[in-house]
């Protein structure tokens, strides 16, 4: 009988402790599935953050295309800003030039009507002369048209 208790004192244990372990392995495989979801869900995280790190390399990649695309016309307009300014200054010289001649072309027109005035005031001071002249030859010639007659007169007297 002491065998007896004895084996069943040493069963009531081992049912224990294989209560135990059951209660162990319980705790391991909720465990275990909860570290097989949390693997889970860190997978479908990385997936996701590296379909982000993916279309982030894309866009990089777009922008740094148009960046370079940027620079370009950037340095095209700043070539045809120069062209621009090369060709404006070439007009201010040709106006400045045009504007020297013009005003060159002003004095010399300017010149010419003083001296087509002083001209003018010398032909009417000659045509008055002349019409002077003329009155006096006619005087003259009346005079001596008299004279003449006077002269047959008195020859024929």
Do not use: P, W
């Not at 004095?107 to 001209?119: G, N």
């Not at 000659?126 to 010639?141: R, T, V």
Request: hydrophobic residues 35%; negative net charge; proline residues 0%.
């Amino acid at each position: 009988s002491k065998m007896k208790s004895k084996i069943e004192k040493d069963k009531v244990q081992i049912m224990a402790e294989v209560q135990d372990v059951r209660a162990a392995t319980d705790e391991v495989g909720r465990s275990k599935a909860s570290a097989e979801k949390s693997y889970r869900n860190l997978i479908a995280t990385l997936n996701d953050l590296n379909k982000k790190v993916e279309e982030a390399n894309l866009n990089l990649g777009d922008i740094e295309l148009g960046k370079r695309r940027l620079s370009a016309e950037n340095a095209e307009l700043l070539h045809q800003l120069q062209e621009l300014e090369s060709s404006a200054n070439l007009l201010v010289k040709t106006k400045s030039a045009l504007v020297a001649a013009l005003d060159e072309q002003k004095r010399i027109a300017d010149d010419e009507a003083k001296e087509r005035v002083a001209l003018l005031g010398k032909y009417r001071n000659l045509e008055h002369e002349a019409d002077g002249l003329k009155e006096n030859f006619d005087e003259e010639a009346c005079s001596k048209e008299n004279l003449a007659r006077q002269l047959n007169k008195a020859l024929g007297d």
